[in-house]
Nanobody, 128 residues
């Protein structure tokens, strides 16, 4: 099982980035995929997720209207389009998967308890 997050970088305030989460060793079917971030000295925060049914998407209030989650099943990849970035968006961004999670609790990072279903993070830095 592997999840590989990529696409981070340095961007000016107001700019955009698109993160990718490429998965291998399992399929997107029946797995919720979530995007999370952690800034220095802060707890890991849920940003957006796609439910295991693949029907519902959820967003944290802090990113609603600015971030969009999507997926390409043919590429086994989930994306996070981030627009109107702010300096407070600076953090390490992670993707994770959890099987059979269908509701808005897919935003809760503590429920993704299998460490092998977390990808290594990608740094996003937004300059003012």
């Amino acid at each position: 099982v592997q999840l590989q997050a990529s696409g981070g970088g340095l961007v000016q305030s107001g700019g955009s980035l698109r993160l990718s989460c490429a998965i291998s060793g399992f399929t997107l079917d029946d797995h919720a995929i979530g995007w999370f971030r952690q800034a220095p000295g802060k707890e890991r925060e849920g940003l957006s997720c796609i439910s295991g049914s693949r029907v519902h998407t959820y967003y944290a209030d802090s990113v609603k209207g600015r971030f969009t989650i999507s997926e390409d099943n043919a590429k086994d990849t989930v994306y996070l389009q981030m627009n109107s970035l702010k300096p407070e968006d600076t953090a390490v961004y992670y993707c994770a998967a959890d099987r059979r999670r269908y509701g808005p609790d897919c935003l809760e990072p503590n429920l993704y308890y299998r460490t092998d279903y977390w990808g290594k993070g990608t740094q996003v830095t937004v300059s003012s």
